[in-house]
T-cell receptor, first 113, second 113 residues
């Protein structure tokens, strides 16, 4: 079945640093979504990407949909303590798969003040 | 606009029992998907409902079932609970079936003892 490889698994950074994480897949996806999850909560949608090559920003967050449609990255600039959490990438194939999401394993981000 | 509402937030059940979880999607959203999140397996797709019909199903045993009502609210049921069913069960709401943004509820934390 489809699998998403997300890296790195964890990151420990200082406040103010930039962060980059990415996801790769063996299959093509028609949508890439990035989520953040904090302890005891459900994932919160950060950015949605719908077109190959698309670069989208949401405040300090920037994400890109890879040209091959098999990868995506998320950058966080000037990190702050409230950026702490687990970041997930998710892909949608669409068509017969409906809205089904395939998730990466997550990147645990720790920001030291 | 209210978000996705899942009830209850926490449940403790005994092996062999059954459990029903509820999800109310965002107003106007017609697609509801369910996911299981565990430390070992991550986020795994259970099934998706649209217009009261199951449209997609993940790789889970028949003990896991669901339904959707005419108002788009959904329930999932797990029968003959096993210890390994302990997990965070998440519901995702989408406007339509297919490639689109999915918004998650806070989840129901199920513990099987």
């Amino acid at each position: 079945g489809q699998q998403l490889n997300q890296s790195p698994q964890s990151m420990f950074i200082q406040e103010g640093e930039d962060v980059s994480m990415n996801c790769t897949s063996s299959s093509i996806f028609n949508t890439w979504l990035w989520y953040k999850q904090e302890p005891g909560e459900g994932p919160v949608l950060l950015i949605a990407l719908y077109k190959a090559g698309e670069l989208t920003s949401n405040g300090r967050l920037t994400a890109q949909f890879g040209i091959t449609r098999k990868d995506s990255f998320l950058n966080i600039s000037a990190s702050i303590p409230s950026d702490v959490g687990i970041y997930f990438c998710a892909g949608q194939s669409g068509e017969t798969s409906g809205s089904r999401l395939t998730f990466g394993e997550g990147t645990q981000l720790t920001v030291n003040p | 606009k209210a978000g996705v509402t899942q009830t209850p937030r926490y449940l403790i059940k005994t092996r062999g029992q059954q459990v029903t979880l509820s999800c109310s999607p965002i107003s106007g959203h017609r697609s509801v998907s369910w996911y299981q999140q565990t430390p070992g397996q991550g986020l795994q797709f259970l099934f998706e409902y649209f217009s009261e019909t199951q449209r997609n199903k993940g790789n889970f045993p028949g003990r896991f079932s669901g339904r959707q009502f005419s108002n788009s609210r959904s329930e999932m049921n797990v029968s003959t609970l096993e210890l390994g069913d302990s997990a965070l069960y998440l519901c995702a709401s989408s406007l339509v079936l297919g490639v689109t943004e999915a918004f998650f509820g806070q989840g129901t934390r199920l513990t099987v003892v």
